[in-house]
């Protein structure tokens, strides 16, 4: 597998998922990530029990797993003088810093910018933040259920205003993982330009921001009117073109139709949905007629897609031109064809001995080849053999495991 990070080093100072998933993406490409935890407590997430409502296995933690594969883990206490020491020496060999304390607590323990810069003029300095790191609330924290569904906009914009209250977010650590990968991509671009100028630069993403570009096309539409876009519940749901909408099967399953264009997809589509004959039906024969009777048109195709089973259409529809998807849960897509066939899902060795450990390879994939990674570490399984590396010898290390300064 190629790793095109291959040679660059990564000194994080995180926690939680949002700035360790930036870490795990540059580990999958080949990046030598060197995750610094609290030689006592680890990183704060590894004593959550509880995701979204199910318990969770310590020994098989997704929420340590995804946004820690790859990594190598050391001890440091950076509130010590001797902590600290450390950190700076692990620093003078780095590429990039990445954190995602808040200032105070950067500038409490001494690995701000300025800190970071003082031993290694050279690193680039990389910050994930709940709201960004200028204005009155730089010192807010926030988790995307806060900065990234709430604040932005995005779980209003999801939630049907039928509905009496806001919709909670039923995927953990949604943003984080977005957010991450473009935290990740900036660090690729300032790699880049060092290379080719020799100027570093400091790197900020926000979950706030990571909301807002995701959701771009319509917050600049609210800009532009003032009117915020609301997603509808089921049975309000009209559609102008009977080739976009949801429609529910004989089991109860959805297969959602996304013609976009039916510019010749017409006859292809009716003839799949086994309705051949309203092809040649003026109402239907062609984009205009369609989207003037799409009523017509909703109500004909929604009894044909009731006429038969979900797996029945997850399979007919295969050979369709147009676009359509089957409405998948997520465990749904640990089988489908397609995301096995691209690599999507990689096993890694179990921390417990047991079987494999699944976890989601990045959305970027190089030369078509499959992920190679490791199990996200133990909290400072790596400590010895990283201080070693860096040429400090063991009756340091032995003084600094005395003083508390590092596990």
Not at 73 to 85: K, L
Not at 174 to 183: A, E, K, P
Not at 332 to 361: C, H, S, W, Y
Request: charged fraction near 20%; hydrophobic fraction near 40%.
């Amino acid at each position: 597998m190629i790793k095109v990070m291959q040679g660059v080093r990564v000194l994080e100072v995180a926690q939680f998922t949002f700035v360790p998933a930036a870490g795990a993406i540059l580990a999958d490409w080949g990046a030598d990530v060197i995750k610094v935890e609290h030689p006592v407590r680890g990183d704060t997430q590894r004593g959550f029990i509880n995701m979204g409502g199910f318990q969770l296995d310590p020994n098989r933690h997704p929420l340590i797993e995804h946004p820690n594969r790859g990594k190598r883990s050391v001890g440091i206490d950076v509130s010590t003088p001797g902590g600290q020491e450390v950190l700076y020496e692990i620093a003078k060999t780095a590429d990039v810093f990445l954190t995602n304390y808040l200032p105070a607590q950067r500038q409490k323990n001494k690995f701000d910018v300025e800190h970071i810069r003082a031993v290694n003029p050279n690193i680039i300095y990389a910050r994930g933040s709940a709201y960004g790191d200028k204005g009155s609330e730089r010192d807010t924290g926030g988790f995307d259920g806060t900065a990234f569904w709430t604040r932005s906009g995005v779980g209003h914009a999801l939630t049907p205003e039928a509905i009496d209250g806001a919709l909670s977010q039923g995927i953990p650590a949604f943003g984080d993982s977005i957010g991450g990968m473009n935290i990740a991509g900036g660090i690729s671009a300032a790699l880049f330009h060092r290379e080719r100028t020799g100027e570093t630069a400091e790197i900020d993403v926000s979950l706030l921001s990571t909301a807002w570009w995701a959701a771009g096309a319509s917050v600049t539409q609210g800009m532009e009117t003032g009117e915020t876009m609301r997603s509808l519940m089921p049975d309000d749901a009209t559609s102008v073109n009977p080739f976009m909408a949801n429609y529910r099967t004989s089991d109860g399953g959805t297969i959602n139709l996304c013609i976009v264009s039916p510019t010749g997809y017409i006859r292809d589509a009716f003839e799949h949905l086994g309705l051949p004959e309203l092809a040649d039906d003026p109402r239907f024969s062609d984009v205009l007629p369609l989207i003037e009777n799409a009523s017509e048109g909703v109500e004909l195709i929604a009894k044909a897609i009731a006429g038969k089973p979900f797996e029945y259409w997850r399979q007919h529809l295969k050979t369709m031109k147009g676009q359509w998807a089957p409405f998948q849960s997520l465990v749904d897509l640990n089988t489908d064809e397609q995301a096995i066939a691209n690599d999507m899902v990689v096993e890694v060795e179990a921390a417990d001995g047991g079987k494999p450990f699944k976890v989601v390879r990045g959305p970027v994939q190089f030369n078509h080849e499959p992920l190679q990674t490791t199990r996200a570490p133990q909290a400072s399984e790596h400590t010895e053999i990283v201080l070693m590396e860096l040429g400090i010898d063991w009756d340091r290390i032995e003084e600094l495991k005395d003083s508390g300064a590092i596990a």
